[in-house]
């Protein structure tokens, strides 16, 4: 019990000093060397990416003007420009999306408010085995496919579609289901205490709670999958004119377009070159435009869940 | 160990407020069928009820009887089984996975657990209001009262709706804060507002019975006591079920008690008293229930 009439003497002049003390020169030094080293790491892990955007726009730039985007490159030779590619990419990652949103979006919603058991678990193995499938495999799977209906040779932009989709579905059916996980509980069970059927729960209340989530993770999986090249090779095709049917004749995308244009640059060799890097850039810019929506999208529609 | 006491409470006290006409029991939850716009409040019975969590049992033989148009508060110490045996009243147990219900729970004398008996029907008829306050976070004031006509796909007229809200809000005590915000989101109110709205969307759409799983354990003591005047007003017209861990509510809002006991970690919650609230917390039965309204534990 002496112990503790000596701790009570001590402890009250000893507290001041030892708060006024300070943070010690030994933890700054810490402090500031940490600092250092993640500041530098950091640097370092931006230094690709700057580099690359940067080499991208010195090279694609002179490549940009209007030809570049309001004509095609059908009977040229060194001219032209790239507005069927560009034409479509947009054209076949709209249908790939059109495809993958639906499909990826139920199998979440089974996935995360219906499954059970083994059905469940096989299910969410088989998305995370998708996950890692090579966009050749996709593409190959694809031509296969329709060459099973419509005889070997064939080249359509739906096929380019459906083998982006094979990549695509994965992505979305795993960011959704995140952000399904997200929604709380509790307002399900507020909807379930009103005598409200489970799918007309998940239709009213999930989904809308969920939306910018979705619409994120959608953007995200498009952005992966827009400059996807070697499933697109085998299935579009490589053409020079404008065809904006994807169910009729060959499609040009912005990949496998600056693909040719750097392998078979033909006589004009400098004038190729720069289309190759042009319609790399165009590429980044579709990613950078589609990200940048997709945080206004969440933003304005975000609902703050307490 | 306390015997447990099943007793079976008569209308000892004539029956106070407005009554209709008795519904016969075809009219029950059998076939889905929606309740009188304006019917009495009915009477709940549960018989033998056992109630489970996979294996485990949460609540043993639980046999009471619910009085219509008055307060029945549950208490009993944490993990006794009175949030359980209160969700497995409007079949919200049965939704985690794993959960089993033994016995018999009637509404007006119709079994609610029969088979082909849609649980979503008996949800309708009992209205449920939860501990925390969970307004849609998608939806404006407006449309959170309204959610329960929306969520049925029940083609409301707009006339119809703006009453059914406005009545509902008015029967909250909620009308005058936000009649003139009706179009904002629901998340933007206090916690006391917010657990108003949550009783004016479950009154809207007009069950026979309101259970409210401690309704007022996440609000201040203003807020408090405007839910408990709610619940005074609101048994005129519906049986009302609360669910408290404070005694002191528990004596001063309610009609009747049942108090519920667990005998060691692990093992099932039993029903140990019921009775009226005087009678529970002046001159109680059995021992434990005296232990328990002084104090002594819990």
Redesign the interface.
Same mark, same amino acid.
């Given at each position: 019990m002496e112990g503790a009439s000596e701790l009570a003497v001590h402890a009250r002049p000893q507290a001041a000093p030892l708060l006024s003390a300070g943070v010690g020169w030994r933890r700054r030094a810490v402090n500031t060397a940490m600092t250092v080293l993640i500041g530098g790491a950091f640097a370092l892990a931006m230094i690709p990416l700057f580099s690359l955007l940067f080499e991208v726009a010195k090279r694609g730039i002179p490549g940009l003007s209007v030809e570049f985007f309001t004509s095609d490159a059908r009977g040229v030779v060194g001219g032209g420009g790239a507005a069927h590619a560009i034409a479509g990419t947009l054209i076949i990652t709209a249908v790939a999306a059109a495809i993958s949103v639906p499909i990826g979006i139920m199998a979440a919603v089974y996935l995360n408010e219906y499954g059970?058991g083994r059905l469940r678990r096989g299910l969410t193995f088989f998305v995370d085995v998708m996950t890692g499938i090579p966009s050749i495999v996709a593409g190959l799977f694809a031509y296969a496919l329709f060459e099973l209906f419509l005889g070997p040779g064939i080249r359509l932009g739906v096929m380019g579609s459906v083998a982006l989709s094979v990549l695509m579905v994965p992505i979305v059916i795993r960011s959704a289901e995140e952000v399904l996980k997200i929604v !709380?509980d509790?307002?399900r069970?507020?909807?379930?205490?009103?005598? =409200? !059927?489970k799918w007309?729960?998940v239709t009213?209340?999930v989904l809308? =709670?969920a939306?910018a989530g979705l619409v994120t993770g959608v953007m995200i999986a498009v952005a992966r999958i827009v400059g996807e090249t070697a499933p697109l090779l085998v299935t579009t095709g490589v053409v020079d004119s404008m065809n904006t049917d994807p169910f009729n004749g060959r499609m040009q995308n912005l990949a496998v377009y600056a693909y040719n244009e750097y392998r078979s640059p033909g006589v004009m060799k400098q004038a190729a070159y720069d289309h190759a890097w042009a319609a790399a850039l165009t590429l980044i810019a579709i990613v950078m435009v589609l990200n940048v929506l997709a945080r206004v999208i969440y933003r304005r529609y975000k609902?703050?869940?307490? | 160990m306390l015997g447990t006491t099943k007793r079976r409470i008569e209308a000892r006290q004539p029956r106070a407020e407005t009554v209709g006409p008795t519904t016969a029991p075809e009219q029950a939850p059998a076939r889905g069928a929606r309740a009188a716009a304006s019917g009495p409040a009915k009477t709940i019975e549960a018989r033998g009820l056992d109630l489970y969590y996979g294996s485990f049992q949460a609540v043993r033989d639980v046999t009471m009887t619910i009085e219509p148009n008055k307060v029945t508060a549950l208490i009993g110490s944490s993990g006794c089984g009175k949030t359980t045996f209160l969700r497995s009243l409007n079949r919200m147990h049965e939704l985690t996975p794993g959960a089993r219900v033994e016995g018999k729970v009637t509404l007006d004398g119709a079994d609610v657990y029969a088979k082909g008996v849609d649980p979503v029907a008996v949800r309708r008829l009992v209205g449920m209001v939860f501990q925390s306050p969970n307004p849609f976070p998608t939806m404006s004031i407006y449309d959170n009262v309204a959610a329960g006509l929306n969520l049925n796909a029940r083609k409301v007229p707009k006339a119809q709706k703006d009453s059914v809200v406005e009545r509902s809000l008015r029967g909250a005590h909620l009308w005058d804060e936000v009649k003139d915000r009706l179009a904002k989101p629901g998340s933007g109110l206090s916690g006391g507002q917010q657990q108003r709205l949550c009783i004016a969307r479950a009154i809207a759409v007009e069950p026979e019975v309101l259970l409210m799983d401690e309704p007022c354990s996440a609000l201040d003591p203003v807020a408090t006591l405007a839910i408990e005047d709610l619940t005074a007003e609101l048994k005129s017209r519906y049986t009302i079920v609360v669910v408290t861990h404070n005694m002191q509510q528990a004596a001063r809002a309610s009609d009747i008690t049942a108090f519920f006991n667990i005998e060691g970690s692990g093992r099932p919650g039993h029903l140990v008293e019921v009775g009226p609230t005087d009678e529970i917390f002046t001159k109680p039965r059995q021992q434990a229930t005296e232990d328990y309204v002084s104090g002594r534990f819990g």
């Open positions: 059970t !709380p509790h307002l069970e507020a909807a379930h205490a009103l005598g =409200t !059927p007309r729960i009213k209340v809308p =709670t939306f609902t703050e869940i307490r | -």
